[in-house]
């Protein structure tokens, strides 16, 4: 089995401030990633899917990169509905998540 | 719009079934592939497995090959999932979700969520 793992557990940041979120895979994937965003009481949302592509509606903030194990989700300018719990996902080698990073106001 | 609306919170004891439905609209049922995650509280994401709406055919995750069984209704545009032999540790909220199109297996619509309970 594929193990993401996401780093770090928690980011303590501002509003405005620029968020870096790793996912790391156990080995290759591609660029079979998928990045999420859940809120509490609320489903995941889906970000970025194939490493680097929006998904539809997601604002431009939002930005994937990365290959095959080391992926990163840039938050370009935190907006105050951008504080949630984002997860990352992998497809290459059946299907797993990561553990979650948790965005938090400082 | 796309919709996927599921059945109601289900508590259930340990040894027992469950069958959680998940009703799509707003596309064509057939086209797309539907999924079921699961959450553990306070946890993350676990994949159950894949359900093809257009033939039936399924597919699990490896870890619940033995105990769920997918199915689905074209003529009402459910899919279901029963999970069997429950045990503690199956206490979740049980999502649907939409493979999105021409990539199967990331999710782009989800349903509301099923909240299971297993106690003894």
């Known amino acids: 089995e594929i193990v993401l793992t996401q780093s770090p557990a928690t980011l303590s940041l501002s509003p405005g401030e620029r968020a870096t979120l790793s996912c790391r895979a156990s080995?290759?994937?591609?660029?079979?990633l998928a990045w999420y965003q859940q809120k509490p009481g609320q489903a995941p949302r889906l970000l970025i899917y194939d490493a680097s592509n929006r998904a539809t509606g997601i604002p431009a903030r939002f930005s994937g990169s990365g290959s095959g194990t080391d992926f990163t989700l840039t938050i370009s300018s935190l907006e105050p509905e951008d504080f949630a719990v984002y997860y990352c996902?992998?497809?290459?080698?059946?299907?797993?998540f990561g553990g979650g990073t948790k965005v938090e106001i400082k | 719009q796309v919709q996927l609306v599921q059945s109601g919170a289900e508590v259930k004891k340990t040894g027992a079934s469950v069958k959680v439905s998940c009703k799509a609209s707003?596309?064509?049922?057939?086209?797309?592939?539907l999924h079921w995650v699961r959450q553990a509280p306070g946890q993350g994401l676990e994949w159950v497995g894949i359900v093809n709406p257009s033939g039936g055919t399924t597919s699990y995750a490896q870890k619940f090959q033995v105990r769920v069984t997918m199915t689905r209704d074209t003529s009402t545009s459910t899919v279901y999932m029963e999970l069997s032999s429950l045990r503690s540790e199956d206490t979740a909220v049980y999502y649907c979700?939409?493979?999105?199109?021409?990539?199967?297996?990331?999710?782009?619509?989800w349903g509301q969520g099923t909240l299971v309970t297993v106690s003894s």
């Open positions: 979700a939409r493979g999105l199109s021409g990539y199967v297996y990331y999710f782009d619509y």
């Open positions: 080995q290759s994937i591609s660029s079979y």
């Open positions: 707003g596309y064509s049922f057939t086209t797309d592939y």
């Open positions: 996902q992998q497809r290459s080698n059946g299907l797993t």
